[in-house]
Nanobody, 115 residues
Framework: QVQLVESGGGLVQPGGSLRLSCEASGSIFRLFNMGWYRQAPGRQRELVATITSFGSTVYADSVKGRFTISRDGAKNTVYLQMNSLKPEDTSVYYC?????????WGQGTQVTVSS
């Protein structure tokens, strides 16, 4: 059974950068389109970045030009490089398939952007 473990979150000042990692157990990971989602308190979970099994990427308008999603098939890992962070990026970040597989939600990693 595939499991996803997110890491790399933390507290960063506005304008700073973080790199999130999502490690998947299970070799079939490379067959799936993967995405990074985020959920802020009181708000619905939203998809912010997608990478297909072929490496094509799509971004939400709110993060376009600032975030970069990538994947390493050999390491079964998906990354999210976040630059020029804003306070409104504060959320718990999760990875999952696109479209989601409800059984794959992990604990996420908290990103807090504050001075």
């Amino acid at each position: 059974q595939v499991q996803l473990v997110e890491s790399g979150g933390g507290l960063v000042q506005p304008g700073g950068s973080l790199r999130l990692s999502c490690e998947a157990s299970g070799s079939i990971f490379r067959l799936f389109n993967m995405g990074w989602y985020r959920q802020a308190p009181g708000r619905q979970r939203e998809l912010v970045a997608t990478i297909t099994s072929f490496g094509s990427t799509v971004y939400a308008d709110s993060v376009k030009g600032r975030f970069t999603i990538s994947r390493d098939g050999a390491k079964n890992t998906v990354y999210l490089q976040m630059n020029s962070l804003k306070p409104e990026d504060t959320s718990v970040y999760y990875c999952n398939r696109v479209p989601v597989a409800t059984t794959l939600w992990g604990q996420g990693t908290q990103v807090t952007v504050s001075s």
